[in-house]
């Protein structure tokens, strides 16, 4: 396994599979008012809370590149889908995180969030999108998530452990917002 810190391969699509608590921890601190959309859904961890939330959004709906949900959501690119959105939610894949960034903020009309790697914040080649896109929350997630790759988590019929090995935090831009970012940290509360 190399010099990874997690005990699990790295996953060639980067297709790996959130906890719902830090969706739930997400919907507790951060209004998102109408139709949820998830593009990355991959088995529907976000897609799942959102709709198990104790608020309700309307629609809630995912896609995906590959149909990791045996049909429950359309097969999409969304770096290739200009349908607009009110809210999107995704946890993207890590190497194309920039482009559903800006593919979100040009496609929803309220709010975008994305679950990624706290380091994605402290870039270089990112620092345009923070200065033409004020972000309006971040939500650092105290405790390490663990995500597994989900084709092991398919194939295996596993549930998502205990703590993970890396830092995530959840981006959030608000339409029209032109501030500071507010920071707050979340932790699993189930």
């Given at each position: 396994m190399g010099e990874r810190p997690s005990e699990?391969?790295?996953?060639?699509?980067?297709?790996?599979?959130?906890?719902?608590?830090?969706?739930?921890?997400?919907?507790?601190?951060?209004?998102?008012?109408?139709?949820?959309?998830?593009?990355?859904?991959?088995?529907?961890?976000?897609?799942?809370?959102?709709?198990?939330?104790?608020?309700?959004?309307?629609?809630?709906t995912g896609a995906d590149i590959v149909d990791?949900?045996?049909?429950?959501?359309?097969?999409?690119?969304?770096?290739?889908?200009?349908?607009?959105?009110?809210?999107?939610?995704?946890?993207?894949?890590?190497?194309?995180?920039?482009?559903?960034?800006?593919?979100?903020?040009?496609?929803?009309?309220?709010?975008?969030?994305?679950?990624?790697?706290?380091?994605?914040?402290?870039?270089?080649?990112?620092?345009?999108?923070?200065?033409?896109?004020?972000?309006?929350?971040?939500?650092?997630?105290?405790?390490?998530?663990?995500?597994?790759?989900?084709?092991?988590?398919?194939?295996?019929?596993?549930?998502?452990?205990?703590?993970?090995?890396?830092?995530?935090?959840?981006?959030?831009?608000?339409?029209?917002?032109?501030?500071?970012?507010?920071?707050?940290?979340?932790?699993?509360?189930?």
């Amino acid at each position: 396994m190399g010099e990874r810190p997690s005990e699990y391969d790295r996953d060639g699509k980067d297709f790996y599979v959130d906890p719902a608590w830090c969706t739930e921890a997400l919907l507790r601190e951060v209004l998102f008012d109408g139709p949820i959309h998830d593009p990355a859904a991959g088995i529907g961890t976000i897609v799942d809370a959102c709709r198990e939330f104790p608020v309700s959004f309307g629609v809630v709906t995912g896609a995906d590149i590959v149909d990791r949900a045996h049909g429950k959501f359309k097969v999409q690119d969304f770096l290739k889908d200009d349908h607009p959105r009110k809210n999107v939610i995704t946890n993207p894949p890590y190497k194309l995180a920039e482009a559903f960034a800006y593919r979100a903020l040009m496609v929803a009309q309220r709010r975008v969030a994305l679950l990624v790697n706290l380091k994605f914040l402290a870039s270089q080649r990112r620092y345009i999108l923070f200065q033409e896109t004020p972000v309006e929350h971040v939500l650092v997630c105290s405790q390490r998530p663990s995500m597994p790759p989900g084709e092991w988590l398919i194939k295996e019929g596993e549930k998502i452990r205990g703590g993970g090995s890396i830092d995530f935090a959840w981006i959030v831009w608000g339409r029209g917002y032109n501030g500071r970012p507010d920071i707050r940290w979340i932790v699993d509360q189930t």
